[in-house]
């Protein structure tokens, strides 16, 4: 669970619990249990974390995960950086 708390923390330094009820639309009070390490997801909450967060998610999750997760995660890191870069470039041209 603490892999969990560290990836959504990193992803929302502030209000975590409020952004990831937002972007999951799981009830606020359980986003709040996971992050107080009081509980844990369910399956469902698993496969909803997943479909938003992506296999990132998956990765801070388990233990030891397979390669293949790894690198899935790496790949779709890069893939959301590179388009964060983009959007920056673009921003930069625009106020040029």
């Not at 009070?29 to 990132?56: F, R």
């Not at 990765?59 to 690198?71: C, F, Q, Y």
């Not at 890069?78 to 470039?89: K, V, W, Y």
């Amino acid at each position: 669970m603490g892999g969990l708390v560290r990836f959504l923390r990193a992803r929302y330094p502030d209000k975590t619990a409020p952004n990831v009820a937002a972007d999951t639309r799981l009830p606020i009070d359980t986003v709040k249990k996971w992050l107080a390490l009081v509980a844990a997801p369910n399956g469902k909450a698993v496969l909803v974390l997943a479909c938003v967060y992506g296999p990132e998610v998956l990765v801070a999750l388990l233990r030891t995960p397979p390669g293949w997760l790894v690198e899935t995660a790496r790949a779709a890191e890069q893939a959301r950086l590179e388009a964060e870069l983009a959007a920056l470039q673009a921003k930069l041209a625009r106020s040029a």
